[in-house]
């Protein structure tokens, strides 16, 4: 049969075709994610850990090979490579691109419930679905405003607590790595003639800080028809809290006084901010950089008008409340 002529004869079926195409095309447009290049990498789990302080080899020992008993035979697994470095360990899972990730992030995480046994200082394993590897879609630059004086390390808390966290929340985004932040620290400067002379080692030290520096629960108490948790709060939140710690107490059996050796007698306490290990500079300035990764199959023009958006309502709302406390930053992205 000519396709003309049958289209002559019936024309409310070939609307009802063009109709129909329409839809589709429309549906189509509205779902698919428009990007210049097609996706091409394969969805992946990150598995991180940290264990400050560790070598390699006592990363891989106690913390990888544990884990990667308990990864493997997942399903839909296609690839597990693990990397131990000083400090800290990753094991990246590839799958497949029809495995349901959502399935897949359950699975890993329940899998990794099992591991029990982690060096005390190892902080708990986190999971991502993007590396510092992929291609960001955005990168941003934090400087000071014209006036401001304070040192730009300073301001690694206002950066993650309010930057990073706003936008980890946007759709589409997976990630958010910064560089040129730091963290802070309370550092603990000894006095090797005053450990001597009291005959305490830097070990003694660390063991008394590290049990007095902890919340522990101390049961249940029942009164009537109400029970009440009780438990002791220890964290070290000031300096002086920290001078305050005994390190030795003994009893002179002659007068029976007790006399007792504090952090106070062979040390000096102190806050401030643990060493770069990037710097990024915006021509002569100081500044702090980060950039964001989308998530498998997002939209990227979706996810980046809404980063245009958050990016302004940060530059209007937090960076310039905080811009009239101590004149702070101002947020800018970079082309």
């Known amino acids: 049969m000519n396709i003309i002529s049958a289209s002559i004869h019936r024309p409310i079926a070939v609307i009802a075709v063009v109709i129909m195409v329409i839809m589709f095309g429309w549906v189509a447009l509205q779902r698919i994610p428009i990007q ?54 990753d094991i990246t899972l590839e799958f497949s691109p029809s495995q349901n990730m959502d399935r897949a992030l359950l699975l890993v995480a329940n899998r990794l419930d099992r591991v029990s046994g982690y060096p005390e200082e190892a902080d708990e394993p986190t999971l991502r679905t993007s590396g510092t590897d992929d291609n960001p879609i955005a990168w941003f630059l934090l400087t000071r405003a014209e006036g401001n004086e304070r040192d730009m390390i300073t301001y690694g808390d206002f950066l993650e607590d309010t930057v990073q966290e706003r936008i980890e929340r946007i759709p589409g985004i997976s990630g958010v790595n910064i560089f040129g932040e730091t963290e802070r620290e309370m550092r603990v400067i000894v006095d090797p003639q005053q450990m001597a002379r009291y005959r305490l080692t830097v070990g003694d030290m660390v063991e008394r800080l590290r ?22 709060e220890g964290d070290f939140t000031t300096t ?3 001078l305050d710690v005994v390190l030795r107490s003994d009893v002179d059996l002659g007068n029976g006084r007790i006399g007792r050796v ?14 770069a290990r990037a710097l990024p500079h915006r021509r002569d300035d100081r500044a702090m950089a980060f950039n964001m990764t989308r998530e498998q199959g997002a939209n990227v023009l979706t996810v980046m008008d809404e980063v245009h958006r958050v990016a302004a309502d940060l530059a209007d709302g937090a960076l310039k409340m905080s811009a ?12």
């Open 324 to 335: 009239c406390c101590s004149r702070t930053s101002s947020m800018k992205r970079c082309m």
């Open 211 to 232: 049990a007095a520096n902890a919340s522990i629960s101390g049961g249940d108490v029942d009164e009537g028809k109400r029970s009440y948790v009780v438990r002791t």
């Open 262 to 275: 504090t952090v106070r007698d062979i040390a000096e306490v102190e806050l401030g901010y643990k060493k």
């Open 36 to 89: 210049l290049a097609p996706d091409v990498r394969q969805p992946v789990i990150i598995v991180d850990t940290s264990w400050p302080g560790a070598s390699p080899l006592e990363v891989e020992r106690e913390i990888v090979n544990r884990q990667e008993e308990v990864l493997k035979g997942i399903e839909g697994v296609r690839k597990l490579q693990s990397r131990a470095r000083t400090g800290r360990s």
């Open 240 to 242: 002086d809290q920290v």
